[in-house]
């Protein structure tokens, strides 16, 4: 089952920052927090992912609280191609599946 | 480079037929996953193969199973098909099986009638 608790969808102005909320007050010191996004059709696609530091990559940030019980993606500036089904998953490094949940649909608008 | 293929795009299949989806990893990729996605909901696990080697199953039932081949291509079969069969079949290739470098293919789209 989804550790993760997160919004049905949200809307966010073209250009703007998107940030997506994730709780997860039950993940493990040793699990990971990765977010992944689907575009209609498609598979899921990879964004990031950490484990208790923020990180940063070309595509979005990773904020995680210091307690690791939630965690915030941030897309800086969103694009109409944003428009996606974001996922947070925490799982092992070295586990062998990821439950996706329902995730939140981002909708960018222009 | 060619990212992971799957095979069909798209079929139709009638109620207690079988299914063999097909999947072709990223070229060095040892491992394949099988998700099913149904419409409205998150993909869910259904095997992983590393090496040829199953390393994990969901909750689905006998009817599916799956085989890896020395190529690390996969194969997913579904017999006995229900109608809540009906979904995105996903395939997802990384190097080592853990970790990042999860790379999903777009989708078989199985519908059964």
């Known amino acids: 089952d989804a550790k993760t608790t997160q919004p049905p969808s949200m809307d966010c102005a073209e250009g703007r920052a998107a940030n997506l909320p994730c709780n997860h007050s039950t993940i493990s010191g040793n699990e990971y927090v990765y977010w992944y996004r689907q575009i209609h059709s498609q598979g899921p696609q990879y964004i990031i992912h950490?484990?208790?530091n923020n990180e940063t990559n070309e595509m979005a940030s990773l904020i995680i609280t210091e307690d690791r019980k939630s965690s915030t993606l941030i897309l800086p500036h969103a694009t109409l191609r944003d428009t996606a089904v974001y996922y947070c998953i925490v799982r092992l490094l070295t586990g062998n599946q990821f439950y996706f949940g329902t995730g939140t649909s981002l909708t960018v608008i222009p | 480079d060619a990212g992971v293929t799957q095979s069909p795009t798209h079929l139709i299949k009638t109620r207690g037929q079988h299914v063999t989806l097909r999947c072709s990893p990223i070229?060095?990729?040892?491992?394949v996953s099988w998700y099913q996605q149904v419409l409205g909901q998150g993909p869910q696990f259904i095997f992983q193969y590393y090496e040829k080697e199953e390393r994990g199953r969901g909750n689905f039932p006998d009817r599916f199973s799956a085989r890896q081949f020395p190529n690390y291509s996969s194969e997913l079969n579904v017999n006995a098909l229900l109608l809540g069969d009906s979904a995105l079949y996903l395939c997802?290739?990384?190097?080592?099986?853990?970790?990042?470098?999860?790379?999903f293919g777009s989708g078989t789209r199985l519908t059964v009638v």
């Open positions: 950490g484990l208790k």
């Open positions: 997802a290739s990384s190097l080592e099986g853990q970790g990042i470098g999860y790379t």
């Open positions: 070229s060095g990729h040892k491992s």
